[in-house]
């Protein structure tokens, strides 16, 4: 039985990396949902959050092959009962009538967006929320017309005071 899997890893923030493991999932034939990459706590890591689709016994082996690449300073399944997770969308909407300006207003200010761009046929608004969030959001605007859609991919840490332990190279900390 597919279900969806949130992994979290720390590795090293260096050109190829990315490539490497990308390239992992790709040979196993594993399709990423999702996948963001900022910087973190230590110094030249970063974290990535890849959100995949597959059975257990699979996902746990490719989690497992990931947790083995010399890049990979550690990796965990996140529990998303246990989890923050986050994504930020942007979407262009068209504009036909002046009420369409209003309504859209309305519907952003109801999610908690804001309204980045206004020109006088579209407009821009971002939201943050989980990707149900987004998905509803994008949803209850589709009658508009939309134009274009910029997702980031999910973003996540687990709640409380657990975190992904960084192994200490001699490297600095922030």
């Known amino acids: 039985m597919e279900k969806n899997y949130l992994i979290s ?5 260096k050109p190829g990396v990315l490539h490497k493991i990308a390239n992992m999932f790709s040979r196993r034939g ?10 973190t706590v230590g110094k030249n890591l970063a974290r990535m959050t890849i959100t995949i689709k597959g ?3 699979t996902a746990e082996q490719l989690i497992r092959q990931l947790g083995k690449l010399i890049d990979v300073i550690n990796v965990t399944t996140l529990d998303p009962q246990r989890t923050v997770e986050r994504e930020l969308a942007l979407i262009k909407l ?3 009538t002046p009420e369409d300006r209003a309504t859209i ?14 020109a006088t046929d ?5 939201i943050t929320g989980t990707p149900d969030k987004m998905n509803a959001f994008i949803n209850l605007t589709l009658r508009f017309g939309i134009i274009e ?7 996540a840490l687990s709640r409380g005071p ?5 192994e200490n190279k001699g490297e600095e900390k922030w």
């Open 9 to 13: 890893a720390i590795v090293e923030h």
């Open 30 to 39: 594993f399709n990423i949902d999702s996948l963001s990459v900022g910087d």
């Open 55 to 57: 059975d257990e016994p």
């Open 94 to 96: 068209k504009l036909s």
């Open 105 to 118: 207003m309305d519907y952003t200010n109801i999610f908690r967006g804001r309204v980045v761009d206004v």
């Open 122 to 126: 579209s407009v821009i608004v971002e």
């Open 149 to 155: 859609i910029a997702r980031t991919g999910i973003t």
């Open 162 to 166: 657990e975190s992904i332990p960084i």
